[in-house]
């Protein structure tokens, strides 16, 4: 069975931290690819305008060429409405049948949203939450878990958390940087820099 990452996000834009996330996945999870997965209408941020999807997808696509095991999906992006995990894992499963063993990749700052997300337990059925958390970071609270997701779920969840290097950056603070006349070299791919500022997005 081929072990495989998930890593979903609005990546507005994507940027080193998400880069060094999924390089820490692969290799302490054995992971043989990592799937990028930009979300068309994240359900948590109905109210906030994002990039258009097209430049998003494009940003990831430039970021993760270097990389054989990482790759950009615009599964979510073809579909309408708000982008549910639970959607997309289905959708894998359904082209990859029991072929693929998925790993879902959150920070542990998200931990405590799982117990909002759209039918989360039966996410947690079909693949494997995977929690990074940063030095000194701790796990996030799992009690809104419970009565959502199973004690065994929850165990299951808490038993896979790792640590990934610090890395203090983030898409709104590279956005606040571009609005400013700032640079953003190093905080974001070379090739994401030049399309940022091709595209004049940000502004």
Known sequence: MTKVGLLGGSFDPVHV??????EQAREQLGLEHVLFVPSCVPPHKLDKQLAPAEHRLRMV???VAGNPAFEARDLELRREGPSYSLDTVRELRAARGEAWDLYFVIGADTLPELATWHRVAELAELCK???FSRPGQRLGDVEPLRG???EEQIAAIAGRCF????M??????IRRRVREGRSIRYL??????????DCELYR
């Open 17 to 22: 931290g998400h880069l060094v996330l999924a």
């Open 61 to 63: 696509e430039l970021a």
């Open 129 to 131: 939450f995977v929690v």
């Open 148 to 150: 959502v997701l199973g």
């Open 163 to 166: 640590e990934m290097p610090r």
């Open 168 to 173: 203090d950056v983030s898409s709104t603070q």
């Open 188 to 197: 974001v791919p070379e090739p994401v820099r030049r399309y940022i500022l």
